[in-house]
């Protein structure tokens, strides 16, 4: 037989389960915030890796171009 008491009880529980899934959403947004800085990060990290290789390359181009001091110094 359903009783008071028993569907207090339910009540209770209820609550105590949307409760655990609240902090459970705030902790994914918490993580999902980390993430996101995270993968901005790492994004801008590569981004500075590939501005690093086309300056490198740039400048391996103009030292291949330009005639080296030794090879044209008069001994």
Not at 26 to 36: G, M, P, Q, R, V
Not at 43 to 70: I, R, W, Y
């Amino acid at each position: 037989m359903i009783t008071e008491e028993k569907i207090e009880e339910r009540k209770a529980t209820i609550t105590s389960d949307i409760q655990l899934i609240r902090d459970r959403l705030l902790e994914y947004n918490a993580k999902i915030k980390e993430d996101t800085a995270l993968i901005n990060a790492l994004t801008g990290a590569l981004q500075q890796c590939d501005h690093f290789l086309k300056d490198f390359n740039n400048d391996m181009v103009d030292s291949d171009e330009q005639p080296s001091d030794v090879e044209n110094s008069e001994d």
